[in-house]
């Protein structure tokens, strides 16, 4: 599983002025090499919710303390551990845009950290017709 924390220096993160009662934006533009991902009025929650369901292979753990809403765009290189491996790779450009990991910590000040640790699943060992 991965751990998304706050970095030492702290988050870069700006708080979003939209009413709390508009839906939160969080939606992934994939392009050759890239990926850009453009978050309003998003919750640490439902970004680490999103990394766990549509980006990366493992579950990933809210653990910033951060509880506001917050604006922010953040661009990154995809690999092919990302989207199911689903995207082609990424073609070599002088203006590659630095991976997962590194634009985490640089365009946001947080920290996704692999560990260990147990994770709850349903394991269906027989279905049956009514």
Do not use: C
């Not at 392009?31 to 998003?42: D, F, M």
Request: proline share 8%; aromatic share 6%; net charge neutral.
């Amino acid at each position: 599983m991965y751990e998304l924390t706050v970095v030492r220096g702290g988050p870069t993160l700006k708080e979003s002025a939209t009413p709390s009662e508009v839906q939160p934006v969080l939606v992934n533009r994939l392009s050759p090499g890239r990926v850009l991902l453009p978050a309003r009025n998003a919750t640490m929650m439902q970004f680490a919710s999103m990394l766990q369901r549509s980006v990366l292979d493992r579950h990933v753990l809210h653990k910033t303390g951060l509880s506001g809403k917050y604006d922010f765009d953040l661009e990154w290189t995809p690999d092919e551990t990302q989207f199911g491996g689903l995207l082609p790779p990424a073609p070599a450009t002088e203006n590659a845009k630095p991976d997962l990991f590194a634009a985490l910590q640089q365009q946001l000040g947080l920290r996704l950290q692999a560990l260990n640790g147990l994770v709850d699943v349903i394991v269906i060992d027989r279905a049956e017709r009514p």
